[in-house]
């Protein structure tokens, strides 16, 4: 297991390293300069000062390391307009977009699993056949479709959720009103992780309700809710948390969406006003620290496959 570890670890740097050369690399490739934006209709000598303090008078791959070394130190330096510290910007900004992102997950997996399980033990019948005509679709319904929907019908034509004027608060402070702000922006990420997960999981469970095993249980008089949730759920799972892993990326998107839709302020609207005012420091930081998560989620997804599977955890001790 620590080989696994060290393994693992070793290609995540190696990765995150690429990662940061190619987004600093296209990223400054990008037409402006964060000097001309920092000065404006300033002197030449603010624009020459700033060049200065920016290293953006140094050749590419020292002004690449120099970017870099602030990085690995916690320096992540200033957004070009306002000038502000873009760790302040980041603290305020990332709790919006995680807990929107976590909370969209738990409500897909609250729904999907029993629609799943349901559909599994009893396939081809009623339910199953609505619940797939529902999921293929909800699969047809993108993001920034289902979004304005969800705002148009259940906060101004039935005013049940606030709208995009309402503060957010946060959710230590103010938990429910927290929840009720976040439910359409997170259900509008939901639906179509919902689709995913009902339709990956009823396809790996009703395999698994074929195997021997299950067989045993059942002649061993265990009850269906007993087979379900002890012995057929668990192994059902390894697509599900797979697709999860794969998902990361398009939950980003569908958060940055949503975001723009419900007036969040979150990393996905910092980051799309941080492209509309050239504000290139905060575009590297903000795709860069998006690389890291999606990376560092990944692998762990890919140790948890030794947690739900045994024989992944022996095959790889061996």
């Not at 740097?13 to 964060?34: A, C, D, H, N, R």
């Not at 934006?37 to 690449?64: M, T």
């Not at 999981?201 to 265990?222: P, S």
Request: charged content about 15%; hydrophobic content about 55%; glycine content about 6%.
């Amino acid at each position: 297991m620590l080989r696994l570890f060290a393994r693992r670890g070793l290609e995540l740097l190696v990765t995150l390293f690429l990662v940061s050369l190619v987004t600093f690399f296209f990223t400054s490739k990008l037409p402006g300069s964060e000097a001309a934006v920092i000065c404006g209709a300033s002197s030449r000598a603010c624009l020459r000062k700033e060049e200065a303090i920016l290293y953006l008078n140094h050749p590419f791959f020292a002004r690449y390391f120099h970017w870099l070394g602030n990085m690995f130190t916690g320096s992540l330096g200033y957004s070009a307009a306002p000038t502000e510290p873009i760790a302040t910007i980041l603290k305020t900004a990332y709790p919006v977009t995680l807990e929107l992102i976590v909370f969209s997950q738990v409500m897909a997996i609250l729904v999907a699993v029993p629609l799943a399980m349901w559909s599994a033990v009893r396939p081809n019948r009623l339910f199953d056949r609505l619940s797939t005509a529902g999921t293929f679709a909800t699969l047809a319904l993108p993001v920034f479709i289902v979004g304005p929907l969800l705002r148009f019908f259940f906060s101004v034509e039935l005013p049940i959720f606030p709208g995009t004027s309402a503060s957010l608060p946060s959710l230590w402070s103010n938990p429910l009103q927290n929840l009720n702000v976040l439910f359409l922006p997170s259900l509008t990420i939901a639906i179509g992780s919902i689709a995913v997960y009902q339709r990956l999981l009823r396809a790996d469970m009703i395999a698994t309700l074929e195997q021997d095993f299950i067989v045993m249980a059942r002649a061993k008089g265990l009850t269906t809710r007993r087979i379900l949730f002890r012995h057929a759920l668990r192994p059902s799972t390894f697509g599900v948390v797979t697709v999860g892993g794969l998902q990361i990326g398009s939950l980003i998107v569908g958060a940055i969406i949503a975001e723009q839709v419900f007036g969040l302020t979150g990393i996905g609207s910092d980051l799309v006003l941080a492209v509309t005012k050239a504000d290139l420091p905060t575009v590297q930081v903000i795709t860069l620290l998006v690389a890291v998560v999606y990376i560092a989620l990944n692998l762990l997804i890919d140790l948890l496959y030794t947690v739900i599977d045994p024989r992944v955890r022996r095959a790889r001790a061996t």
